[in-house]
């Protein structure tokens, strides 16, 4: 009795998760006749190709996906190298100031990004960086909280021990993250890659800022595109926000498939 309710709560959670997405395709595959309607339809009509037509066009979609592909995995990658890196160094290094540096990385957190915009452009400006994709990769490739979270990994699941016998054995502290600290935390990298890279995916205050060429555009800055001040086109809008969604989920289903299978892994080794 108590399973079968821990199940139906499950699966109303479930269902109101999912129902947003759902909702976007319905509207995705209806004329804005319908999506307007009352009520609104709630079954998938036959209108998503047609829609998808408009989107293309009406912007450069598939090179605004390709711009935030090339983007949103670079500074993934990097931050993925960069934060564990990082975090491994404070975690198991001893160095001087060691943890008001990681205090001082705490601190950043809790400033609002928006405020970093003016301070950023300037530096871009100075760096002939407007309108390239730079622009966007190489101040995310450093996270605040990846640092943390790979630091609060590392001091959990990398025992002292281990580094101390490596170390003994003549590895360098680049060795012993590379082949006994990398292996132990997949598990945080496919973690910190799902979100950095939904991040960056998703950004779009920033991308506007620089990006002005449309040839350079992000797709979240090439959805605005879809929005006309006279006539909103509801089903395309929704159309070329539905496939721009697709990627993400792709991407989450893969590396939540490596995060499980890691933590599996690991417990049978151990």
Not at 207 to 216: A, D, F, G, I, K
Request: glycine share 6%; charged share 10%; proline share 5%.
């Amino acid at each position: 009795m108590e399973k079968g309710f821990i199940y139906l709560i499950l699966a109303v959670a479930a269902i109101l998760s999912i129902f947003p997405f759902y909702w976007m395709f319905v509207m995705a595959t209806n004329h804005n006749s319908v999506i307007n309607s009352v009520p609104p339809a709630f079954i998938p009509g036959a209108e998503l190709v047609a829609n998808f037509k408009n989107v293309i066009n009406t912007i450069d979609f598939f090179g605004a996906m390709w711009n935030s592909l090339l983007v949103s995995t670079i500074t993934t990658i990097g931050v993925l190298f960069l934060c564990s890196l990082a975090g491994f160094a404070f975690a198991k290094l001893k160095f001087k100031g060691k943890n008001f540096l990681f205090i001082a990385i705490l601190v950043t957190m809790m400033i609002p990004p928006q405020l970093g915009l003016i301070p950023q452009y300037i530096i871009v400006t100075k760096l002939d960086w407007l309108n390239d994709l730079k622009a966007i990769i190489f101040p995310g490739l450093i996270d605040a909280f990846g640092i943390f979270w790979m630091r609060q990994y590392i001091s959990s699941n990398v025992p002292d021990e281990l580094v101390d016998a490596a170390k003994i054995d003549g590895c360098t502290n680049f060795r012993v993250y590379w082949n006994i600290a990398i292996p132990v935390i997949i598990p945080a990298f496919a973690t910190l890659a799902i979100i950095r890279f939904m991040y960056i995916w998703n950004d779009f205050l920033w991308p506007l800022v620089v990006l002005r060429e449309e040839s350079s555009y992000t797709i979240q800055v090439a959805l605005r595109g879809l929005i006309d001040n006279y006539v909103r086109d509801n089903g395309m809008i929704m159309s070329g926000t539905f496939w721009a969604t697709v990627p993400l989920i792709i991407i989450f289903l893969l590396l939540n498939r490596l995060f499980i299978s890691s933590l599996t892994e690991g417990a049978v080794k151990s």
